[in-house]
């Protein structure tokens, strides 16, 4: 069982096998169709609880959050309806997700793999308070639920590798919404996307701020792939190629 001091403690490096089994199951979810239908609510999750944190920040009143059971979400919040405010919430919902995974990857780089996973129930809590359907109870709950069950009773490993999955699953999972989204707004299936709503905001075609959103996921994914490969296994193979035959 984890304790309260553990938070601040510094874990080990998992093995590698363990970084990559984490990478590879969350790149099945995100590639494989039905896995992804289901897996694709921590995405909305995500993506409107960066809407929220950025009205708030940003001194917009938040009215609340709907997540829907076709992975579909929207925040509500007030104030004034143009501004660099408003500009900053329309964009923070795209790119919360690998910006995220990038924060998570850098925790677990640092070995701070118990704080990752409470700073994830905390972020999920103060948007719980948020929530204005069932729906999105009960997935937060659910997702939250999970991570604590993870957090508070899995060994060592077993939480290292749930930990090293979640910011695998960020980093792949942040560039597919971007790919569906332009889509839809190909087929102009997505009048109000978010893109759509910052090109209305800033005269910016809605297609520079996709090709941004998809900017982000990507040096997001390099940046924090790099930053998950364990330390020793860089210095391993840096020191095994320069190293010469005796």
Same mark, same amino acid.
């Given at each position: 069982?984890t304790?309260?001091s553990?938070?601040?403690?510094?874990?080990?490096?998992?093995?590698l096998?363990?970084?990559?089994?984490?990478?590879?199951?969350?790149?099945?979810?995100?590639?494989?169709?039905?896995a992804?239908?289901?897996?694709?609510?921590?995405?909305?999750?995500a993506?409107?609880?960066?809407?929220a944190?950025?009205?708030?920040?940003?001194?917009?009143?938040?009215?609340?959050?709907?997540?829907?059971?076709?992975?579909?979400?929207?925040?509500?919040?007030?104030g004034? +309806?143009d501004?660099?405010?408003?500009?900053?919430?329309?964009?923070?919902g795209?790119?919360?997700?690998?910006?995220?995974?990038?924060l998570?990857?850098?925790?677990?780089?640092?070995?701070?793999?118990?704080?990752?996973?409470?700073?994830?129930?905390?972020?999920?809590?103060?948007?719980?308070?948020?929530?204005?359907?069932?729906?999105?109870?009960?997935?937060?709950?659910?997702?939250?639920?999970?991570?604590?069950?993870?957090?508070?009773?899995?060994?060592?490993?077993?939480?290292?590798?749930?930990?090293?999955?979640?910011?695998?699953?960020?980093?792949?999972?942040?560039?597919?919404?971007?790919?569906?989204?332009?889509?839809?707004?190909?087929r102009?299936?997505?009048?109000?996307?978010?893109?759509?709503?910052?090109?209305?905001?800033?005269?910016?075609?809605?297609?520079?701020?996709?090709?941004?959103?998809?900017?982000?996921?990507l040096?997001?994914?390099?940046l924090?792939?790099?930053?998950?490969? +364990?330390?020793?296994?860089?210095?391993t193979?840096?020191?095994?190629?320069y190293?010469p035959?005796?």
């Amino acid at each position: 069982m984890t304790e309260f001091s553990d938070l601040w403690e510094a874990q080990a490096d998992p093995d590698l096998w363990i970084v990559a089994a984490a990478a590879v199951l969350a790149l099945f979810l995100v590639a494989y169709g039905p896995a992804w239908r289901v897996s694709r609510n921590v995405v909305t999750i995500a993506h409107e609880g960066g809407h929220a944190l950025v009205a708030l920040l940003t001194g917009r009143k938040l009215d609340g959050i709907r997540l829907h059971s076709d992975t579909s979400g929207v925040t509500v919040s007030r104030g004034r +309806p143009d501004g660099a405010g408003m500009v900053l919430t329309a964009l923070a919902g795209y790119v919360a997700p690998p910006l995220l995974g990038l924060l998570f990857a850098w925790l677990l780089e640092v070995g701070r793999i118990t704080l990752m996973l409470w700073f994830s129930l905390a972020l999920l809590a103060g948007m719980l308070v948020m929530i204005r359907n069932v729906f999105g109870v009960v997935s937060v709950l659910t997702t939250g639920g999970i991570v604590f069950a993870v957090s508070w009773f899995a060994p060592t490993d077993v939480q290292a590798a749930f930990a090293y999955f979640g910011a695998s699953f960020l980093l792949l999972a942040g560039a597919r919404p971007v790919v569906e989204l332009q889509r839809l707004r190909a087929r102009h299936q997505a009048p109000s996307s978010d893109a759509d709503q910052l090109a209305q905001l800033t005269g910016v075609p809605g297609l520079v701020w996709v090709f941004a959103f998809g900017l982000v996921a990507l040096v997001s994914l390099v940046l924090g792939g790099k930053l998950m490969i +364990p330390a020793e296994t860089v210095e391993t193979s840096y020191f095994g190629w320069y190293t010469p035959s005796s």
